[in-house]
C-alpha cells in the first residue's frame, strides 16, 4: 500500500469520525422538533426493530452505556407497551426484547412525521442527496465492521508492527 493509499484512507476515517460526531446532535434536534417530548429510551425502538430478540446486555454494550441505564430504558418501553420482555430461555436471569405493534405503529409514526418534515425542506435533489448518504454511511459502517469482525492479523496488536515474542 502507498502512502497515497494510507492518507486516502486515513483522510476517510477523520471524515466519518468527524460526520458522526456532529450527526448525532443534528439527529436529535430534528426528532425535537418532530417529537415534542421525546425521551431517550424511545432511540432503543429502531434498534430494537432491527435487532429482535437481542438481550438487554448485548444492547447496552452495543450502545456504549451502562446495563443499569439501558435496563431503565426498556423497562420505560415496557410500560409504555413499546417494547416486551421475554425471558430468555437459555438463561433465566437474561431477557430477549421485541418491539411491540404499538411499538412499530409509534415508530412508523414518526418515521412519517420526520420525512414530511425533511422532504418540505430539502426538495428532490436534497432528498436525492440524503438517500445517497445514507447508502454510502451505511456501507462505511458495514466495511468498518468488517474489519472489527476479522480482528487483528496474526503478530499484529492494532498496529502494523509485528509483535516481538521471546
Not at 8 to 32: C, F, T, V
Not at 116 to 140: I, K, S, W
Request: aromatic share 2%.
Amino acid at each position: 500500500m502507498t502512502a497515497a493509499h494510507e492518507d486516502r484512507i486515513a483522510d476517510a476515517l477523520a471524515d466519518i469520525r468527524e460526520a458522526a460526531w456532529q450527526l448525532g446532535p443534528l439527529l436529535r434536534n430534528l426528532h425535537s422538533r418532530v417529537i415534542p417530548e421525546p425521551i431517550a429510551a424511545h432511540r432503543l425502538v429502531p434498534l430494537l426493530e432491527r435487532l429482535p430478540g437481542i438481550r438487554t446486555s448485548e444492547l447496552a454494550r452495543g450502545r456504549g452505556i451502562t446495563l443499569s441505564t439501558v435496563s431503565r430504558q426498556v423497562d420505560q418501553l415496557v410500560q409504555e407497551g413499546w417494547v416486551r420482555a421475554e425471558t430468555d430461555p437459555d438463561d433465566q436471569r437474561a431477557h430477549r426484547l421485541y418491539v411491540t405493534d404499538a411499538g412499530l405503529a409509534r415508530l412508523d409514526h414518526i418515521r412519517r412525521e420526520l420525512a414530511g418534515y425533511c422532504q418540505g425542506r430539502l426538495g428532490p435533489d436534497g432528498v436525492a442527496a440524503l438517500t445517497q448518504a445514507a447508502a454510502a454511511l451505511r456501507t462505511a459502517v458495514d466495511v468498518l465492521q468488517r474489519i472489527e469482525d476479522a480482528g487483528d492479523p496474526p503478530g499484529v496488536t492494532g498496529s502494523r508492527e509485528p509483535q516481538l515474542t521471546a
